[in-house]
């Protein structure tokens, strides 16, 4: 079984920053990815960004140069640093992680970012 806790967020004005924390929980199987998902009522998930265990991160074009995705050694626990925050970025995240090998995934509860002055 697979756990995802999200936390971090809340109500900041724009140009402001939070992190976001994504704790994993996953006893038995490897983690291959975790990505930060977001959502806003009546729109579609969009990726955020996405790091996996070998390569560069991933980002939508909406959010280069002001987020940034990290996480420790051992998937326990996975970031998202956001930096010069703004109205558009309002919505819940959400952390996905995918199973190495198996594509299996899992999805948190998310946690509401709110970008307004």
């Known amino acids: 079984q697979v756990q995802l806790v999200e936390s971090g967020g809340g109500l900041v004005q724009p140009g402001g920053s939070l992190r976001l924390s994504c704790a994993v929980s996953?006893?038995?199987?490897?983690?291959?990815?975790v990505g930060w998902y977001r959502q806003v009522l009546g729109k579609e998930r969009e990726l955020v960004a996405r790091i996996r265990s070998g390569g560069s991160p991933d980002y939508a074009d909406s959010v280069k140069g002001r987020f940034a995705i990290s996480r420790d050694a051992a998937w326990n626990t996975v970031y998202l640093q956001m930096n010069d925050l703004k109205p558009e970025d309002t919505a819940v995240y959400l952390c996905n992680a995918i199973i190495a090998g198996w594509g299996a995934t899992y999805w948190g509860q998310g946690t509401q970012v709110t970008v307004s002055s």
């Open positions: 996953s006893r038995k199987y490897p983690i291959g990815a």
